[in-house]
């Protein structure tokens, strides 16, 4: 059976991190594309050569470590609705996984003595996140058509800013 060839522990090492204004959940915004706020990431220098070709991109997908996130739960009432539900419907950090994921607006990669600096915006994770890895935004591959939004479309809250609820603050 296919269930069982899959592995019980996977080690991921992160690559850098990401410095953004918010050290606490408390007003940090829930999702990329809600704000302009300006983040950093540090990225170590030996992967300099793995940048090459990425300032011609507008936009890129940030993997990151939830590593605030209090322990995973299998339902959770996200920021935009009154309802519990299932944690593959929502994009809260309390999975299985901690893994998040961001689309942010590049703005600038510098080498610095010791690290390579990308300047960013859209910043919405917390100061400190451990970086797991960096991806272009091709429009093509990553904008489709015909979409359906489940929950999120029929949501009866707006709402653009975190409150503590998923962090250990």
Not at 39 to 61: D, P, T, V
């Amino acid at each position: 059976m296919l269930m069982n060839k899959i592995k019980n522990e996977i080690t991921y090492c992160p690559i850098g991190f990401i410095k953004t204004p918010f050290d606490t959940s408390e007003g940090m915004p829930i999702q990329s594309s809600f704000t302009q706020a300006k983040g950093a990431i540090f990225l170590r220098k030996e992967f300099q050569k793995a940048l090459k070709g990425l300032e011609n991109f507008s936009h890129i997908y940030l993997l990151y470590h939830f590593d605030k996130a209090r322990s995973m739960k299998l339902q959770v009432k996200p920021f935009l609705s009154e309802e519990m539900l299932g944690i593959f419907a929502v994009r809260a950090p309390n999975r299985p996984n901690s893994i998040g994921i961001s689309i942010v607006r590049l703005k600038q990669i510098s080498a610095k003595n010791d690290f390579i600096e990308i300047q960013f915006e859209g910043a919405d994770m917390l100061n400190g996140t451990p970086l797991l890895d960096i991806k272009p935004y091709v429009m093509d591959f990553d904008s489709q058509t015909d979409v359906r939004n489940g929950w999120y479309d029929s949501r009866d809250i707006e709402i653009n800013q975190s409150d503590n609820r998923f962090t250990k603050d």
